[in-house]
T-cell receptor
């Protein structure tokens, strides 16, 4: 079965501090992992996907198959990063499964 | 190119009433999904479709039905609404199930 776990409901940091949003997954095959972001009262947007190995808005995420993790990181948080962040997994099935989300609050 | 649109944006229902939510996409995507978003529970998959004329159950399908008569449309029906179905409903579509483009959401309140 596919499962995504985001252990933190809320993460609060000050502007300029490093950020790490945790995501762990459970899947026996080769997963594709994504991070989505939802700004206040807006639709979900794809932030990044692991196969692209890209950096978007200063965020990066590395797939660690040994630890079954896909943590989202940013070295210096900005106030505009405040949002809900969802980790999602797509396996061999047709489903895109989401975690419960982490709310990031960046204080000035 | 409108992407993914949802109708209506808001709705208030009384317990026992029925309604249909419409999702439309103009990207010629094969895959379409309906999710509900609840505080502390994230997004949970209700039903999905891998192509015109097909539907499948997701994580929380009870109390909902869907239809995909046209490739560009995915309908979500509530036959007899219950307060537990108060939620924000998001539709998404994707080309190859790799990742989804989301609609703006429908906020449904059942009293």
């Amino acid at each position: 079965a596919q499962r995504v776990t985001q252990p933190e409901k809320l993460l609060s940091v000050f502007k300029g501090a490093p950020v790490e949003l945790k995501c762990n997954y459970s899947y026996s095959g080769s997963p594709e992992l994504f991070w989505y972001v939802q700004y206040s009262r807006q639709r979900l947007q794809l932030l990044l996907r692991h196969i692209s190995r890209e950096s978007i808005k200063g965020f990066t995420a590395d797939l660690n198959k040994g630890e079954t993790s896909f943590h989202l990181k940013k070295p210096f948080a900005q106030e505009e990063d405040s949002a809900m962040y969802y980790c999602a997994l797509s396996g061999d099935t047709d489903k895109l499964i989401f975690g419960t989300g982490t709310r990031l609050q960046v204080f000035p | 190119n409108a992407g993914v649109t949802q109708t209506p944006k808001f709705r208030v229902l009384k317990t026992g009433q029925s309604m249909t939510l419409l999702c439309a996409q103009d990207m010629n995507h094969e895959y379409m999904y309906w999710y509900r978003q609840d505080p502390g529970m994230g997004l949970r998959l209700i039903h999905y479709s891998v192509g015109e004329g097909t539907t499948a159950k997701g994580e929380v399908p009870d109390g909902y039905n869907v239809s995909r008569l046209k490739k560009q449309n995915f309908l979500l029906g509530l036959e007899s609404a219950a307060p537990s179905q108060t939620s924000v409903y998001f539709c998404a579509s994707s080309k190859d199930m790799r990742y989804g483009y989301f609609g703006p959401g429908t906020r449904l309140t059942v009293t």
